[in-house]
C-alpha cells in the first residue's frame, strides 16, 4: 500500500514527540522491508531528520525517501487506494476519494504497517498462482514490487480468517472464486456478508473481491490449457469448448460474457441435469452453448489440478504469464487486478 505523511511543522511540533518518533520509525521499517511504499514530502523530510531521535538505517531511509519524492510523489493521485496519515486528524479512519485518512494516535494503533494479507479460499496452488499473476502485471500500476502475505483458510474458511484479520485491525484483502454459472448471476452472499463485516467493525482498510469470471480455473485460456500434460485425454471436450468459443467470437459475444468465463473447468457439466441446479434462464443459455459444441457426453471438466499443473509446467506457466501481460487480458480484469496491485503496493526491499 502506499503511504503517505502529511502534517505543517507546528502539527509535528504540537504532536506528541514520542508517539511521533514511534509512528515514524514503523513507517520507515516497513518501506525499508518492502511492506508499504512511504511518501513523505522533501520539507516534511527535512523536519523530521532535524528533530526526530532517527537511528542511522532509519536516517538513511528517509534520505532515500526525500530523494525518490519527485518521481514517488506523483503516484498518490494515480492509486486507486492509498493511507494518508494526517497527524492532526483525530476523528477516526475516514474515505476520502483514494485516500483513507487516519490520524497520529490510531495509526500508532493499528497493525497497518505489517504487510498486507491477501486471503484466498483453499489451495496454496491459488495463492501461488495469484502472486504470479501479480507479479507479471505489477508495471500496470508502476508498482516495483508487490508486498502481499497470502494466506488460506488452513482448516478454516477464507471468510473466518478475513473476520479475525479485521478485528486484529490488518490492512486485508480478500480474493475468492465468484461460483457464477453465468454473467448476469450476483455475486455470492459470503462475499456481501464480509464487506458487512467490515462495515460494521469501522474498517475501510478491508477490501472483499471476487473474480469476475466462475473460478481461478477460468483465468487460463484454451490455448494453455491444450499445453498441459492432461491435454490428450481431453482432446474432445478441448475440440467442444474452442467451437462455442469461435461461434460466440464470430457473433461478437463480448469477452467477459463468454461460456469460457463460467464453464465448470474442473468438473464440467456433472452428473446432474442442469435443471436441477440452475436458474432456468442459465440452463437455456448453458443449452445454447453446449449445442454449438456438440458432442454434450464429453463436458466431462479437467479434473481438480489445473493450477497445479500449470504451476508445474513452466513453459505453460510462462506462456500464461505472457498473456496476462496482454492489453486484452487487462481490459477482462484489469479493474479488479489494479486495485489488487494498489493495495499491495511496495517498494523493492531493502531499498535504503
Known sequence: MIFDLLATAHDFASADQSKLTDLVCELLRAHRRGHHLLIIPRAECDWLADNLDLNSKERATLSRIRHDFTQAGGLRNKALVRVSIEIAHKSGPVSDGNRIVVGLLDAATFDLTERAQLIVEDSQ??????????????NNVQAPAVGFEIRNGGGQSAYQVWKQQIDAKRLTCLLVDSDRDHYDQDEKSEVKRARVDAERAQWPFAWALCLPCREIENLVPFSILEQLPFALDKAAQLHALRRIEETEIAGGVPVEQRFSHYYDMKNGLGDRPLDERLPENVVLWWEGKIAHGGNRPCYTGFGGHIIRH???????????????????????????????LWVGFAPRRNAT
Open 125 to 138: 496452488y491459488d495463492g501461488k498462482l495469484y502472486q504470479a499473476i501479480l507479479d507479471a502485471v505489477k
Open 310 to 340: 500449470l504451476l508445474e509446467h513452466t513453459p505453460c506457466l510462462q506462456g500464461f504469464l505472457r498473456y496476462v501481460k496482454s492489453e486484452s487480458w487487462w481490459n477482462i480484469f484489469g479493474e479488479l487486478f489494479a486495485l489488487v
